[in-house]
């Protein structure tokens, strides 16, 4: 091929990228759902498992429907390469298993979805790693939190669910100067408006489950960054530990990137509509959404993202009119996901983050009269009507 890839616009890379077609010349993606592959010879199985032939070997190793899925995403990224997961989680697992072992120290925005608090607070110390928690968006915190062991830095940004901001390309340097490698789970920002390895990130993991599917059927994870460090620290760590993406998955989440696009910027327009509704009614005491220039971080967004994505928050002051905002939405969905077509919204601290001990809630801003919408892809009109709507009733 002439084209290199490489220098395509976002849209074609999204739908043309990693293409490999069967010699059937298919126009969709052929999804290969098999387990393992067969070699024509003693030698040629030799030769494949030696590496000299790159061929497909099994499943857990790589499959041809999930390279065309990790290729894809790898050149929407900018990344040298990108590693499929079967979720959000086991992204974020791994990249931080492939980094630390026994002795090490991690350093983590406080502001983490739940379960990822989870793996930091309960899982690593069983094998020896020490986390201290600071506030992402206070540099000299993560200064001061370098210790001679450290050895990552963990931040979501733009955070779950108060959207708190980390400055990406500063906390980057202050990585670099301490030896430490930066993982960012960049789900809310999407590949689409963040470029965390651009910015000076090491590990960039996403849940494709979120805006990359985008229509709520599977779930699914990725792991991007350089060849060397891609390598090094999770090739032999992926193959044999097992947390493999399905092909079925792979497939699915492949046609997901084709309209992701699309499909990220018109969430965004409707959030914006969202957004200025909700600031205007009297039931709302604070409204937080990266796209307006009342974010706190508004500076810093400026910087490193080009949209404000589809995920605000906003206090309604008690969990009373929490709810009943929540119970008199009629198109809106309550659900606890995100990125999906369809709008849903969710009360934070009775739900995704009920496992948060309520001192560290408070210590993130997370009162009760929080509520997390994640906008979809219905009609602008009809969003903002339901949810004035509601509000109104609350
Ligand atoms: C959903 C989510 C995850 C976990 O992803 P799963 O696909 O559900 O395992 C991790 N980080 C963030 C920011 C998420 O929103």
């Given at each position: 091929?002439?084209?290199?890839?490489?220098t395509?616009?976002v849209?074609?890379?999204?739908?043309?990228?990693?293409?490999?077609?069967?010699?059937?010349?298919?126009?969709?993606?052929?999804?290969?759902?098999?387990?393992?592959?067969?070699?024509?010879?003693a030698?040629?199985?030799?030769?494949?498992?030696?590496?000299?032939?790159?061929?497909?070997?099994?499943q857990r190793?790589?499959?041809?429907?999930?390279?065309?899925?990790?290729d894809?995403?790898?050149?929407?990224?900018?990344?040298?390469?990108?590693?499929?997961?079967?979720?959000?989680?086991?992204?974020?697992?791994?990249?931080?298993?492939?980094?630390?072992r026994?002795?090490?120290?991690?350093?983590?925005?406080?502001?983490?979805?739940?379960s990822?608090?989870?793996?930091?607070?309960?899982?690593?110390p069983?094998?020896?790693?020490?986390?201290?928690?600071?506030?992402a968006?206070?540099?000299?915190?993560?200064?001061?939190a370098?210790?001679?062991?450290?050895?990552?830095?963990?931040?979501?940004?733009?955070?779950?669910?108060?959207?708190?901001?980390?400055?990406?390309?500063?906390?980057?340097?202050?990585?670099?100067?301490?030896?430490?490698?930066?993982?960012?789970?960049n789900?809310?920002?999407?590949?689409?408006?963040q470029?965390?390895?651009?910015?000076?990130?090491?590990?960039?993991?996403?849940?494709?489950?979120?805006h990359?599917?985008g229509?709520?059927?599977?779930?699914?994870?990725?792991?991007?960054?350089g060849?060397?460090?891609?390598?090094?620290?999770?090739?032999?760590?992926?193959?044999?530990?097992?947390?493999?993406?399905s092909?079925?998955?792979?497939?699915?989440?492949?046609?997901?990137?084709?309209?992701?696009?699309?499909?990220v910027?018109?969430?965004?327009?409707?959030?914006?509509?969202?957004?200025?509704?909700?600031?205007?009614?009297?039931?709302?005491?604070?409204?937080?959404?990266?796209?307006?220039?009342d974010?706190?971080?508004?500076?810093?967004?400026?910087?490193?993202?080009?949209?404000?994505?589809?995920?605000?928050?906003?206090?309604?002051?008690?969990?009373?009119?929490?709810?009943?905002?929540?119970?008199?939405?009629?198109?809106?969905?309550?659900?606890?996901?995100?990125?999906?077509?369809?709008?849903?919204?969710?009360?934070?601290?009775?739900?995704?983050?009920?496992?948060?001990?309520?001192?560290?809630?408070?210590?993130?801003?997370?009162?009760?009269?929080?509520?997390?919408?994640?906008?979809?892809?219905?009609?602008?009109?009809?969003l903002?009507?339901?949810?004035?709507?509601?509000?109104d009733?609350?």
């Amino acid at each position: 091929m002439a084209e290199d890839p490489n220098t395509w616009e976002v849209e074609t890379r999204l739908v043309r990228g990693g293409m490999a077609r069967t010699p059937y010349g298919e126009m969709s993606e052929a999804l290969f759902l098999t387990q393992s592959f067969a070699y024509d010879s003693a030698e040629a199985a030799d030769r494949r498992f030696s590496g000299e032939d790159p061929g497909f070997i099994y499943q857990r190793f790589g499959n041809p429907t999930t390279s065309i899925f990790e290729d894809r995403l790898a050149l929407l990224e900018g990344a040298e390469q990108c590693r499929a997961t079967a979720s959000g989680m086991a992204a974020v697992q791994m990249a931080l298993m492939g980094l630390l072992r026994a002795g090490d120290h991690l350093v983590a925005g406080r502001a983490l979805f739940g379960s990822c608090r989870w793996i930091v607070s309960e899982l690593l110390p069983r094998f020896g790693v020490e986390t201290t928690y600071v506030d992402a968006t206070d540099l000299s915190a993560w200064r001061n939190a370098v210790r001679p062991n450290t050895k990552a830095f963990l931040v979501e940004t733009p955070a779950n669910p108060l959207l708190e901001i980390t400055d990406i390309a500063a906390v980057a340097q202050v990585a670099k100067d301490a030896g430490a490698k930066l993982v960012v789970d960049n789900v809310f920002a999407t590949p689409v408006f963040q470029k965390p390895l651009a910015l000076g990130a090491d590990v960039v993991v996403y849940s494709a489950t979120k805006h990359i599917d985008g229509q709520g059927r599977v779930l699914g994870g990725a792991i991007l960054g350089g060849a060397e460090l891609m390598t090094e620290a999770y090739k032999d760590l992926l193959r044999h530990t097992g947390p493999a993406l399905s092909p079925f998955n792979a497939w699915v989440l492949l046609k997901g990137l084709e309209t992701l696009e699309l499909r990220v910027r018109r969430q965004t327009e409707n959030a914006a509509k969202v957004a200025e509704a909700l600031a205007g009614h009297g039931k709302t005491q604070q409204l937080v959404w990266c796209g307006r220039h009342d974010h706190p971080q508004a500076e810093v967004i400026a910087r490193q993202m080009s949209g404000g994505g589809n995920v605000l928050a906003f206090d309604l002051g008690s969990r009373d009119v929490a709810w009943r905002f929540l119970n008199a939405l009629e198109i809106v969905d309550i659900s606890n996901n995100l990125g999906d077509a369809k709008s849903m919204a969710t009360h934070p601290s009775t739900t995704t983050h009920r496992s948060m001990p309520e001192a560290e809630r408070i210590e993130i801003g997370l009162t009760e009269g929080w509520v997390r919408m994640s906008v979809g892809l219905e009609g602008a009109g009809d969003l903002v009507r339901d949810v004035s709507r509601a509000l109104d009733a609350a």
